[in-house]
């Protein structure tokens, strides 16, 4: 990893982004005003921009200037197309209670800034290794995640660590430790990265970009089942960064949408790899003992594969696709496959239930998506997609959607086997 102290930020030398108003969204980006859409504003503000930045490509920074002007063109796409604009836009909806009125700081008042600490956390105010603890911006029984600043480049990040009653057990610590290996390891732009990692006062801790937006979960919840192709395209990130992951013998074992954030440029990360399974001939060390003993099942009922409720160390990639299928499931209808009340209904369902026919509860749904989907909720591993890059292909390149001379080209070469 690249000392943070060394790095530069090229938002606010070249583009005049001071880092309260970062991470940027496509608007800040292009210097225009939130939700404008006149679309001759819009190209005049992202020609300007990339104009500038074209000028410092020549210099000693020219991969940089070129993720920016990648960055830039993709903003200004995304404006000019009313489709992909309306669907950002609410994105940006739903991340604003969280991202309040100024730079991401929680809004005055909002529940994960009045939280009480436990004893033993740390405060506004005081400093661990480099940085500077702002709030806390989340917590649950096995992390705590603070706003901190790094006081030397100002700049702000993400400190995750464990609740210091949750530190003193062994196995919890083992796992916060096998997270940080993954995350420390791996750069991809469907995980949250991680860019810092050290110990301070007897606790572990890792500090990651500065990620804002709205997970998934909160995005149906308040703006309902997602457009068709904007479900795709989520589904399809998902699935992008499962395939990063599981190249280096990683199976996550909880995807969800809760675990599935959009950030303020539309980019879908992984998150919360706290119960990650590292596979035997990983990239990644496994550690000297497995963390997931004989018969135990770990993840979120609603999107549980049916291996995985027996004992997870059966879960393997399609056991993340299974996760996925569900997770598409709830994006395309507003609830999972099986939305029983009782846990031990949902548990037998995912066991023996078929999947439901996605086109009953949404006719617009296409007759492909609907069998992709079920293909991915098969009940035996052996019959769903074998790898995350078979999903991408599947939600890309359907049969579909191919040019009749391509599906006739496909089913000569399938008949010729």
């Known amino acids: 990893m690249t000392p943070i102290a060394e790095r530069i930020d090229p938002y606010e030398e070249w583009l005049e982004i001071p880092a309260i108003e970062q991470p940027a969204d496509h608007y800040r980006l ?7 859409s006149d679309a001759k504003k819009v190209e005049a503000a992202a020609d300007q921009r990339m104009s500038k930045v074209r000028s410092l490509q020549l210099g000693p920074h020219a991969e940089l200037t070129q993720r920016i002007l990648n960055e830039l063109a993709t903003a200004k796409n995304v404006l000019l197309d009313n489709d992909r604009r309306a669907a950002y836009d609410a994105v940006l909806r739903t991340a604003a209670p969280a991202v309040g009125q100024e730079a991401g700081a929680w809004p005055p008042g909002h529940p994960a800034s009045r939280l009480p600490a436990s004893r033993g956390e740390w405060n506004g105010g005081d400093t661990v ?18 706003k901190v600043q790094h006081r030397q ?6 400190l995750k660590t464990l609740p210091p009653k949750a530190a003193k057990k062994e196995e919890v610590r083992k796992r916060f430790q096998r997270e940080m290996d993954i995350l420390t390891r791996l750069n991809h732009p469907n995980l949250i990265v991680a860019c810092d990692s050290g110990e301070h006062a007897g606790l572990p801790y890792l500090v990651l970009d500065y990620v804002l937006g ?5 995005l149906v919840r308040e703006q309902g089942p997602l457009p068709i192709e904007q479900a795709i395209d ?13 190249w280096h013998g990683v199976f996550h074992r909880n995807i969800k949408p809760h675990a599935l954030l959009v950030d303020l440029r539309g980019n879908l990360r992984i998150t919360n790899l706290l119960l990650a399974k590292i596979g035997e001939g990983a990239l990644i060390d496994a550690g000297d003992e497995a963390l997931t003993t004989q018969g135990e099942s770990m993840g979120s009922i609603d999107y549980l594969p049916p291996e995985q409720a027996t004992d997870s160390r059966h879960a393997d990639e399609r056991s993340d696709i299974y996760a996925l299928g569900c997770t598409l499931c709830y994006l395309l209808t507003g609830q999972p496959p099986f939305a029983m009340k009782k846990s031990i209904d949902k548990l ?11 086109r009953q509860l949404r006719p617009a749904i296409p007759a492909w998506l609907d069998d992709c989907c079920r293909r991915m ?8 997609y074998q790898r995350a890059t078979d999903v991408i292909d599947a939600l890309t390149n359907p049969p579909a959607r191919r040019p009749w001379w391509k599906r006739l080209l496909g089913f000569v070469r399938l008949t010729k086997r």
Not at 30 to 36: I, T, Y
Not at 234 to 246: I, N
Not at 348 to 358: D, F, N, R, V, Y
Not at 377 to 384: F, H
């Open 129 to 146: 290794g480099d940085y500077r603890i702002l709030e806390r911006a989340s917590a649950s029984t096995l992390g705590v995640t603070y």
């Open 377 to 384: 909720l098969a009940k035996r591993p052996e019959d769903r």
């Open 214 to 218: 709205a997970d998934l979960s909160r």
């Open 234 to 246: 989520y589904a399809v990130q998902t699935a992008r960064g499962l395939a990063e992951l599981h």
């Open 30 to 36: 292009l210097g225009l005003k939130r939700f404008e």
């Open 348 to 358: 037998l369902a995912h066991q023996k239930s078929p999947p439901p026919k996605l």
């Open 153 to 158: 480049t100002r700049r702000y990040y993400f």
